[in-house]
C-alpha cells in the first residue's frame, strides 16, 4: 500500500471557454471548486482558459492581459481560498501590438505566481496558423514549482510533438509534467493526444497531467498518466474534473527499474 504522506492529489479540469472572461472565471471557480472538495492540492485548466473563440485570430488581441492581469490575480484570490495551486492558461500581452503570448500560469495560495511558461512551439499545422497572431516563447530554463513534495514543470498543447521540452524539464528536476492544452479535432487526433502523452511520461519516467478543453474543437479527454504509461485519471467527453493520487514513491520505483534517463547518450540542445 503507498504511504499517505507520499501521495499527492493532482486534477486535471476540462471545460469549454468562451468569449466571456467573467464566465470562464466562474466556471474555473467551480471546478476548482470541486477538486479542492476532493482533496486536490493542484488543479490544471486548459489552454486559453480566460478567452476563447475559434480561430485563434486578431480578435485575442483585445483580450490579452498582462502578467499580474485581472485573470491572474483572480486566480490568486482563488488559490487561496481554496487552498490549492491552480495552473491555467491566458492570452498575454506583449510590446508587439499585432502579437500575443500563449502563457501558462502557476499560482499557488499564499504566494501568487510561481512560475510561468510561453508556449514555445506554436500550432502551425494541420491548416492552423498560430503565429500570425501568437508570439513564441523564448527558449529558457524551465521555471519549476512545489506541490507537497512534487516538483512541477510546465509545457502548452502542440509541444507534446516535440519531446525535446518534455526531457529539458526533466532533466532541470521535474517529477510531474503538466499540459494544458487546445487539442483541436480532427482525423487520427485523439489517437495522437494519448499516444503522445503517454509516450512522453514513458521516455522520461515522470507523471504527466495534460487539461483539454472539451465541447467545440476540442476533444476533451484530460488525463493524469504515470511514469510507466498507465492512466490514472481520465476525464472523459463531458465537461468535469478528474482526479489522480500521485505517489511519490511510483517514481523512484519505476526509475529504478527503467534507468532510461541515466542510461541515454544524448543531450538536449537548443536549435540556433
Known sequence: MPDSETLVAVAVAQFTPGPDPVQNLDTIAGLASQAAQRGA????FPEYSSYFVDPVDSRFLAHAEPLDGPFTSSLARLADELGLTIVAGFAERTDDPHRFSNTLAALAPGSGIRAVYRKQHLYDAFGVRESDVV?????????????????VGLQTCYDLRFPEI?????????????????????PLKEHHWRTLITARAIENTVFL????????????????????????ADAGERPGVALAWIDRNRLTDVRALNPALSLRRYAVVAKP
Open 41 to 44: 492540492r493542484l488543479v490544471v
Open 209 to 232: 497531467a495534460a487539461a483539454d478543453q472539451v465541447g467545440g474543437v476540442s476533444i476533451g479527454s484530460s488525463i493524469v498518466v504515470d511514469p510507466m504509461g498507465v492512466v490514472l
Open 135 to 151: 508570439q513564441p516563447g523564448p527558449l529558457e530554463a524551465p521555471q519549476l514549482f512545489d506541490v507537497e513534495g512534487l516538483t
Open 166 to 186: 518534455t526531457r529539458t524539464i526533466v532533466d532541470a528536476g521535474a517529477d510531474l509534467v503538466v499540459v494544458p492544452s487546445e487539442w483541436v479535432r480532427g
